[in-house]
T-cell receptor, first 114, second 112 residues
Framework: GESVGLHLPTLSVQEGDNSIINCAYSNSASDYFIWYKQESGKGPQFIIDIRSNMDKRQGQRVTVLLNKTVKHLSLQIAATQPGDSAVYFC?????????????FGAGTTVTVRA | SQTIHQWPATLVQPVGSPLSLECTVEGTSNPNLYWYRQAAGRGLQLLFYSVGIGQISSEVPQNLSASRPQDRQFILSSKKLLLSDSGFYLCAATLRASYGYTFGSGTRLTVV
């Protein structure tokens, strides 16, 4: 769902540890999910996506897990680095409609400790 | 791949002044276009989206308006800015057949 007016939760992680960022989505009809990374003063950048016919997808140092039963999405970052410090947003969408829109989660601020 | 251009990067405007932010898209045709606002330390709020030239849908009643005079041009405007219009404005695009958004680099607007 949308994150209007919500303050962002935070996650502090030691450099080298694994990070897990969680997201609850709202629409049972959503069939596409994306994680974005937003560094300070910049626009969000695509990290990884997953479609509803999958429950896990791996990228470089990142893994997205999807649990449709409880409408939960997570992003795992392996061996977290200082460059991973950013705000992370999950997004959900229903494909195929002409007025396609993504709904963004509240976002999580990740701070990596040296 | 598509590229989103937004300008200006930063803008300081007095209360009551007009606003015009421009977004242009390269590398694709007939995209869906979106304007989002992000207040400091907060999430993304969808303001407007467009599925074609001259077609604008408003998500939140406010002091702003949007226009799409050309296929790959999306403009966010205001006749009289309010202090509450301050924020980080992001333009995004997606192909109808695709699902991911590409975001521009954003405009930091401060109304004083």
């Amino acid at each position: 769902g949308e994150s209007v007016g919500l303050h962002l939760p935070t996650l502090s992680v030691q450099e080298g540890d694994n990070s897990i960022i969680n997201c609850a989505y709202s629409n049972s009809a959503s069939d596409y999910f994306i994680w974005y990374k937003q560094e300070s003063g910049k626009g969000p950048q695509f990290i990884i996506d997953i479609r509803s016919n999958m429950d896990k997808r791996q990228g470089q140092r990142v893994t997205v897990l999807l649990n449709k039963t409880v409408k939960h999405l997570s992003l795992q970052i392996a061996a977290t680095q200082p460059g991973d410090s950013a705000v992370y947003f999950c997004a959900e969408g229903v494909g195929g409609s002409n007025d396609y829109k993504l709904s963004f989660g509240a976002g999580t601020t990740v701070t990596v400790r040296a | 791949s598509q590229t989103i251009h937004q300008w200006p990067a930063t803008l300081v405007q007095p209360v009551g002044s007009p606003l015009s932010l421009e977004c242009t898209v390269e590398g694709t045709s007939n995209p869906n276009l979106y304007w989002y606002r992000q207040a400091a330390g907060r999430g993304l709020q969808l303001l407007f989206y467009s599925v074609g030239i001259g077609q604008i849908s408003s998500e939140v009643p406010q002091n702003l308006s949007a226009s799409r005079p050309q296929d790959r041009q999306f403009i966010l405007s205001s006749k009289k800015l309010l202090l509450s219009d301050s924020g980080f404005y992001l333009c995004a695009a997606t192909l109808r057949a695709s699902y991911g958004y590409t975001f521009g680099s954003g405009t930091r607007l401060t109304v004083v």
